[in-house]
């Protein structure tokens, strides 16, 4: 049964720091991989998505990673912002219609 | 930007009583999904729709729930006898493409409905 966990659960930052978000997960037979941000009250914005094929896929000030084989995914955010403060989650999809979330991982940039 | 809209926001109801919670999918979409999240807890799959009927459902997704795309537009899950553990936060979610049929399956999410069983 697959497993998704995401480390750190909570981030306290200040602004312009680089930051890493790591996800796991225990079966790398995925088709592929999403990153999500989620507000408090609100609903899952689609930030990046990784085929499994893929090494990494970038947008803006994000940069997301894959290795399927150790089963792990980073997310990457450059010179972090007080509006990136959100809960981030990490989805993978493999062989059926679901995706399968992680843990989260609060962010907070403060000024 | 297209948008995934559900409704309503929030809704608070009785155990035992019948719920529907609705959701427009964006228009050319053809996959649409139902997740949910506990407080505090991951958010977790529940049922998907493709081609007026069920593709596939969770074990949370027993004979209490049920899906139904009744105009072409909207898309919604009744839950009949709510009990207290359905307190949750509802997601509608629906994609151009699945998994298998091109790989580049963007999952775009409703802002959710908030059900409160009390």
């Known amino acids: 049964k697959q497993e998704v966990t995401q480390i750190p659960a909570a981030l306290s930052v200040p602004e312009g720091e680089n930051l890493v978000l790591n996800c796991s997960f225990t079966d790398s037979a995925i088709y592929n991989l999403q990153w999500f941000r989620q507000d408090p009250g609100k609903g899952l914005t689609s930030l990046l998505l990784?085929?499994?094929?893929?090494r990494e896929q970038t947008s803006g000030r994000l940069n997301a990673s894959l290795d399927k084989s150790s089963g792990r995914s980073t997310l990457y955010i450059a010179a972090s912002q007080p509006g990136d403060s959100a809960t981030y989650l990490c989805a993978v999809r493999q062989g059926t219609d679901k995706l399968i979330f992680g843990t989260g991982t609060r962010l907070q940039v403060f000024p | 930007e297209p948008e995934v809209t559900q409704t309503p926001s929030h809704q608070v109801t009785q155990m035992g009583q019948e719920v529907i919670l609705r959701c427009v999918p964006i228009s050319n979409h053809l996959y649409f999904y139902w997740y949910r999240q506990i407080l505090g807890q991951k958010v977790e799959f529940l049922v998907s729709?493709?081609?007026?009927?069920?593709?596939?459902k969770s074990e949370i997704f027993d004979d209490q729930f049920s899906v139904e795309r009744p105009d072409g537009s909207n898309f919604t899950l009744k839950i009949r006898s709510t009990k207290l553990e359905d307190s949750a936060m509802y997601f509608c979610?629906?994609?151009?493409?699945?998994?298998?049929?091109?790989?580049?399956?963007?999952?775009?999410f409703g802002a959710g409905s908030r059900l409160t069983v009390l």
């Open positions: 979610a629906s994609s151009g493409t699945t998994g298998w049929a091109s790989g580049a399956n963007v999952l775009t």
């Open positions: 729709f493709y081609n007026n009927e069920i593709s596939e």
């Open positions: 990784i085929q499994s094929s893929q």
